[in-house]
């Protein structure tokens, strides 16, 4: 009987060492035991939703403490409303203490379709900006590297999108950001810069598989 694209016999299979002839099912099957090489696949680590509309939890921050061992992270979050004015925003935590000091760096353009683009940079916030604030429902991405690595700095890119206010148009923001430490950074928030209640968020956090 053929199994994983051998007859009769079929090989040890592992991840970066697979031999044979696939079908979709040895393939699925090969998948679903992480034993088929694709590299670059997004592994889905959690997954948090906030639903707070009349904001009566006084939720603040969504946190992600358990990271594991990729050196390339991706974070999603949308439909992200806030209590008040307020940039969707990151911290990072160093073996364990979250990082709240002076330190972070980032540089970003927004652009607002009934108007024109904007330049925001700091060279020293307590927090990492990810874009305009979210009044409304705000919509975005980041891609997170080194978090694992202490030899290295951690840094992110990112990009957002949303509807501006009054509905006049749409409104976006990309750029990037760092923490200039070299660290190992175990946990992430997911928070407002100023402090505001989230009122609506869905916050996803995938690894993404390495090359090697």
Same mark, same amino acid.
């Given at each position: 009987?053929?199994?994983?694209?051998?007859?009769?016999?079929?090989?040890?299979?592992?991840?970066?060492?697979?031999?044979?002839?696939?079908?979709?099912?040895?393939?699925?099957?090969?998948?679903?035991?992480?034993?088929?090489?694709?590299?670059?696949?997004?592994?889905?680590?959690?997954?948090?939703?906030?639903?707070?509309?009349?904001?009566?939890?006084?939720?603040?921050?969504?946190?992600?403490?358990?990271?594991?061992?990729?050196?390339?992270?991706?974070?999603?979050? #949308? *439909? +992200?409303?806030? !209590?008040?004015?307020?940039?969707?925003? =990151?911290?990072?935590?160093? %073996?364990? $203490?979250?990082?709240?000091?002076?330190?972070?760096?980032?540089?970003?353009?927004?652009?607002?379709?009934?108007?024109?683009?904007?330049?925001?940079?700091?060279?020293?916030?307590?927090?990492?900006?990810?874009?305009?604030?979210?009044?409304?429902?705000?919509?975005?991405?980041?891609?997170?590297?080194?978090?694992?690595?202490?030899?290295?700095?951690?840094?992110?890119?990112?990009?957002?999108?949303?509807?501006?206010? #009054? *509905? +006049?148009?749409? !409104?976006?923001?990309?750029?990037?950001? =760092?923490?200039?430490?070299? %660290?190992? $950074?175990?946990?992430?928030?997911?928070?407002?810069?100023?402090?505001?209640?989230?009122?609506?968020?869905?916050?996803?956090?995938?690894?993404?598989?390495?090359?090697?």
């Amino acid at each position: 009987m053929s199994k994983f694209g051998y007859i009769p016999e079929a090989p040890e299979q592992s991840f970066g060492n697979n031999k044979g002839i696939f079908k979709p099912k040895d393939i699925y099957d090969l998948t679903r035991a992480d034993k088929y090489t694709n590299y670059g696949q997004l592994e889905l680590i959690e997954t948090q939703n906030i639903d707070d509309s009349d904001f009566s939890e006084e939720i603040s921050a969504v946190n992600f403490t358990s990271l594991g061992s990729y050196n390339v992270h991706f974070l999603t979050f #949308n *439909n +992200l409303v806030l !209590q008040g004015y307020g940039y969707p925003s =990151l911290r990072f935590y160093e %073996s364990g $203490v979250l990082e709240t000091g002076s330190v972070y760096t980032y540089a970003y353009k927004d652009g607002i379709s009934s108007n024109s683009f904007n330049n925001l940079q700091s060279t020293g916030d307590d927090m990492l900006r990810m874009g305009k604030n979210a009044y409304q429902n705000l919509n975005g991405y980041a891609y997170l590297y080194n978090l694992s690595d202490s030899t290295k700095y951690s840094f992110t890119t990112f990009h957002s999108s949303m509807v501006e206010g #009054n *509905n +006049l148009g749409s !409104q976006m923001s990309y750029g990037s950001g =760092l923490l200039p430490q070299l %660290s190992i $950074v175990d946990g992430i928030r997911f928070l407002s810069d100023p402090a505001q209640y989230i009122g609506k968020v869905n916050v996803s956090l995938y690894g993404i598989k390495e090359y090697e």
